[in-house]
């Protein structure tokens, strides 16, 4: 195996080496030849040893797993997604489909180094980061690396745009510039039930209990279960709706994509900025926490299991809270 420091003298007597790979020289600060050669040897040694670790390690797997030195990024991207179902499996595609992932799609396992995954993280978004940490997670877990690539503690910090709802005016203008009923209904239907684009969209005529008045349907992210009482505004909407089959026909059948680009152009047309189809999810969270909704009705309406999700949503919304001072002073006894 090639030295990869060298050991070499100056005139004035003193040792120095140089780092064949770099050309970096550097003194031994010695001119003793015999501890000159121990240093640099040991030096050597150190760089030695890890590498041949690693070789011994591929050696064995290559013995042992046929498909180690062949494995691309493209062929684990594919065994990932294999796992996943409906929505999510379409995200978990489109993701790693971006062009960063160009950089290492077609690039092996084994010839992978931290420098690769940081030009994808470099090329790409915050979606980019997320999906390549699961990426090379899940190639460790299967114990298709040797060892993690980027350390934990080094990878670029998860860092979200700031979401927010939209508010009652910015509703009303969007429902002002629409001339499709169908869009219109769409719309207010988010305002009132607070659901995901995607569980709107697709709500059927089966999910409407008139008897009960509620609504009741599975989210198709997390498969948790939400139902939600409605009022008068939500049954007119549903009056006017087809009485079998989804609720949306049209948008229903459209990508969630499609739906949110639409949902761009309509508030773009109407002057309104920084929100998207999920901000009436966050509208619903804020208004429910501002009129003193109960956690666990709005838990149960929103479809979460965890009080912190929930929590996250309404982060934003205004509640003024009594002073202590009132609840503190004794009712007025009945005259």
């Known amino acids: 195996m090639k030295q990869r420091y060298r050991l070499f003298k100056r005139g004035w007597g003193t040792y120095y080496f140089q780092d064949v790979e770099t050309g970096k020289q550097e003194s031994l600060k010695t001119r003793d030849k015999h501890q000159a050669r121990t240093l640099v040897h040991t030096m050597n040694e150190a760089v030695r040893q ?22 691309t990024w493209a062929w684990v991207m594919e065994r990932a997604g294999e796992g996943k179902q409906g ?9 790693v489909a971006e062009k960063p992932f160009d950089i290492i799609r077609d690039l092996k396992l084994t010839e992978t180094k931290a420098e690769h995954l940081l030009s994808v993280l470099k090329e790409g978004t915050v979606s980019t980061n997320i999906f390549l940490r699961r990426l090379h997670n899940f190639a460790l877990d299967m114990n298709w690396l040797l060892a993690p690539i980027i350390p934990r503690r080094q990878w670029r910090p998860v860092k979200f745009q700031e979401k927010r709802a939209i508010t009652l005016d910015e509703h009303q203008k969007i429902l002002a510039g629409e001339r499709n009923e169908e869009w219109r209904a769409f719309y207010e239907m988010l305002w009132h039930l607070g659901g995901s684009q995607s569980d709107v969209a697709t709500l059927q005529a089966e999910n409407v209990d008139w008897k009960n008045r509620t609504i009741a349907y599975s989210r198709m992210k997390t498969g948790s279960h939400a139902l939600i009482r409605f009022g008068e505004s939500v049954g007119r909407i549903l009056q006017s709706r087809p009485r079998k089959g989804l609720l949306f026909p049209q948008i ?15 508030r773009a047309l109407v002057g309104i900025n920084g929100i998207t189809l999920h901000s009436y999810r966050y509208a619903w969270a804020e208004r429910a926490l501002t009129a003193g909704y109960p956690e666990r009705y709005a838990q149960q309406a929103l479809g979460h299991r965890s009080r912190a999700v929930h929590t996250a949503y ?20 009945p005259r």
Request: glycine share 4%; aromatic share 10%.
């Open 50 to 71: 890890p590498m041949l670790n690693l070789d011994i390690a591929r050696a064995y797997l290559k013995g042992s797993d046929s498909g180690f030195n062949s494995r």
């Open 87 to 95: 929505a999510t499996k379409e995200r978990w595609l489109r993701a």
């Open 252 to 266: 229903g059948s459209w990508k969630e994509s499609d739906r949110a680009k639409a949902f761009s152009r309509r």
């Open 314 to 333: 309404a982060r934003r919304a205004l509640v003024e809270v009594p002073s202590l001072e009132q609840y503190e002073q004794p009712e007025p006894s």
